[in-house]
């Protein structure tokens, strides 16, 4: 009987020792997970990489602009809210940020690619896309001289869309339009890189670009003065003016 009594107590102990051991295990692991946690959120963000073909940005640039804020560790650092910061940088098109672990955060850019300069009489700094979108930088970075467009704020498609034809046309037979203007009626003027400005009015834009060309022969024949302008808005003929030979020198 007493044997058994001790076989019972034995069991009990035992069975009630490995409980406190499990119980103390699991508050044990759960401390560490919690530390460990708490650590890790304090893993510092030790390198900030900047990748991306830059013509206008340097990689300073970017790195300037991130670290005037805290980035956060490795896991509190919020990727879209630094992507946020990068792509409301003025040369900045689109940016992609990523964590590489232990220590890295990558910034990938894509730079805006200038088509033109844009309404200039009205804003020094603002610029046309090849996607066909304003925006706004310092144009001391330029790498190239580019046209000038100008046009109604809401016609910006309509205004690269009118350049994109006409220069396509004009620069397969040797010109090069420098300037571009949509009035509020919609009508087109050209400058060419000689100065010779081409009025096209609102219809039939490209057929009146190819009568210009298809006169070459013609206005080339008057070599001893350049073209000033030509009225391509007549349904039949042009009208064309050449500069004063004597005005010309003096501005030469």
């Known amino acids: ?40 959120q304090e893993v510092p963000l030790k390198r900030l990489v900047v990748q991306g073909e830059l013509a206008y940005l340097t990689p300073a640039d970017v790195r300037d602009t991130l670290l005037g804020e805290p980035l956060g560790s490795f896991f509190s650092a919020d990727v879209d809210q630094i992507r946020t910061r990068v792509e409301a940088m003025p040369w ?32 020094d700094d603002a610029l046309v896309n090849q996607e066909g979108t304003v925006f706004y930088a310092d144009k001391s970075v330029l790498r190239k ?10 016609a910006v498609a309509e205004v690269v869309k009118h350049y994109r034809n006409t220069s396509e046309l004009l620069g397969l037979n040797g010109f090069q339009v420098s300037q571009l203007d949509l009035s509020k009626r919609f009508a087109l003027e050209l400058l060419l890189n000689d100065g010779t400005s081409l ?24 070599q001893d003065a350049p073209l000033d302008s030509v009225d391509l808005r007549y349904d039949t003929g042009v009208a064309v003016r050449w500069r004063d030979p004597e005005e010309q020198q003096r501005e030469s």
Do not use: C
């Open 1 to 40: 009987m007493a044997a058994a009594e001790r076989n019972v107590n034995w069991h009990f102990w035992s069975g009630l020792a490995f409980f406190l051991v499990v119980v103390a295990s699991t508050f044990t692991g759960i401390g560490w997970l919690y530390y460990t946690a708490m650590d890790a």
């Open 92 to 123: 900045v098109a689109r940016a992609s940020v990523r964590k590489e672990w232990p220590d890295i955060l990558k910034v990938f850019v894509v730079e805006q690619q200038p088509l033109a300069h844009w309404n200039a009489n009205q804003r």
């Open 145 to 154: 001289a580019l046209p000038y467009l100008s046009g109604p704020e809401h």
């Open 199 to 222: 009025r096209l009015g609102r219809e039939a834009l490209l057929e009146r670009v190819q009568r210009f060309i298809d006169l070459q022969p013609q206005l080339r024949k008057h």
